[in-house]
């Protein structure tokens, strides 16, 4: 089953509204999550790293005021996107990395966002 | 920054054929990563390769991870129906991942 979790695995919204976006570990504690971003028929792109307990770090590009990083728990990180408009229409991955099995990375199962 | 080139983009096959595909970058990876990533979910891993030269097999995969460490190829031999999708290299750094193009495998029965 799944080790690291994401909800929703789809959601529609209007622009100029906020979602957000979940990401769970589920059997083991990740002081850093990533997110990362997939257009249709596109690679992943890395977007940020999230820090339990402190600050997000993005990347080159992405902007901080507009996708919000919350790492909460040793066990959640959650994406919001505010205000948000049809460009932003993607697919949203997770991924989380149990330092206690070796370092394995673990994605999540994704979610799609439409902005309508 | 960091990136990496994947090729091919995509692949058309007959079933039961082999396939072959690569990943060269500019930069050294300390640790080369396989996916597959089926329509509208995330990455699966499939191979990880740790060490320079390493040759690893999963099942009718196989990749390895070059000398150099800038590069690495993925094999799949004797392709099934269950293969098709979108397979991707990437590199590790730190706990980040650059990831290739991806390669589009389409197999005909």
Redesign the interface.
Known sequence: GAV?S?HPSRVICKSGTSVKIECRSLDFQAT?M?WYRQFP??????MA?SNEGSKATYE?GVEKDKFLINHASLTLSTLTVTSAHPEDSS?Y?C?A?NRVRG???Y????S?LTVV | GQQLNQSPQSMFIQEGEDVSMNCTSSSIFNTWLWYKQDPGEGPVLLIALYKAGELTSNGRLTAQFGITRKDSFLNISASIPSDVGIYFCAGQYAQKLVFGQGTRLTINP
């Open positions: 690291v994401q850093t990533f028929k596109k690679s992943l792109m890395l790293t080159q697919f991955i991924s990395t370092n394995t990375i994605f999540g199962e994704g799609w």
